[in-house]
């Protein structure tokens, strides 16, 4: 379980397995590739497990995140067979009356406009998560050689997508999901060693507005990751790290760190 992701609430995390985009810095080696196996054995059990923990547990809330949660689209029922899995853990975890994020990478486009394009401030959708994070790894620029990919979208594609859905979330008509319930979302950048800079962060700036809510998570070195020269890379200084902030703060006054403490 995390208060990280949603500061202040307590959310079990559940990380989907595969991923669209394969960042160097990645430490995540085992979710990319989706195992040859059932998806209707694996739904079944999940959804057990999901409902056993939402009827006993404490906590309130879930996360929903990967690898990359917006790709996957297993189901038993043909009467949702066009909707992502995260549609239905969204719906299971609002039957118990409890929260759900997602946390994207922000380059399955179509899959997120469509589930936002149901948001009506008079009628309530319990397939819409209540909040809902993008990544913004890099600039647009620098996306290029972040990343290897084993989707039939070329990168340039996935990476254009990205940027879609950061104009998406901020141009909504409405945030409202009926008269009460209102969606909110942040961005996420890693402060990534030799790839995050000034000049990043400035490239960055255009695309995010004022009111935003801009978070900058600290990179932290892990043994293995997809790309070797992370294994060696060193993690930005305490004064570099807090340069980067104050530089996006000069637009976007809510622009922090990833609270890791809480």
């Known amino acids: 379980n995390s208060c990280i992701e949603v500061p202040g609430k307590n959310f079990l995390v559940v990380e989907l397995l595969g991923c669209n985009m394969q960042c160097g810095y990645c430490c995540k080696l085992d979710m990319f590739k989706i195992n040859d196996v059932s998806y209707d054995e694996v739904y079944v059990s999940f959804i057990e497990f999901l409902e056993k923990y939402l009827n006993s547990s404490s906590y309130r809330n879930i996360v929903v995140s990967g690898g990359e949660p917006l790709m996957q689209y297993p189901f038993l029922d043909n009467s949702m067979s066009n909707k992502n899995i995260t549609y239905l853990i969204t719906y299971i975890v609002h039957h118990y009356n409890k929260e759900v994020k997602i946390h994207t990478n922000g380059a399955n486009f179509d899959t997120l406009n469509h589930m936002l394009s149901t948001l009506d401030p008079n009628k309530y959708n319990p397939f819409v998560p209540d909040y809902i994070a993008i990544d913004i790894k890099c600039s647009k620029e620098t996306y290029q050689t972040m990343f290897t ?102 637009k976007v006054k809510n622009a922090c760190f990833i609270n890791e403490k809480t």
Do not use: C
């Open 149 to 250: 990919t084993e989707s039939n979208e070329p990168p340039s594609e996935l990476i254009d997508n990205v940027f879609k859905s950061l104009t998406l979330i901020q141009n909504l008509r409405t945030y409202y999901n009926g008269p009460k319930k209102k969606v909110s979302y942040e961005f996420i950048t890693p402060m990534i060693p030799e790839v995050t800079s000034i000049d990043e962060i400035e490239r960055i700036l255009p695309y995010i507005k004022e009111n935003s809510a801009w978070r900058f998570k600290k990179f932290k070195k892990k043994i293995k990751h997809v790309d070797a020269f992370f294994d060696r890379a060193y993690n930005l200084l305490s004064h570099e790290e807090y340069e980067l902030l104050e530089v996006a703060q000069r």
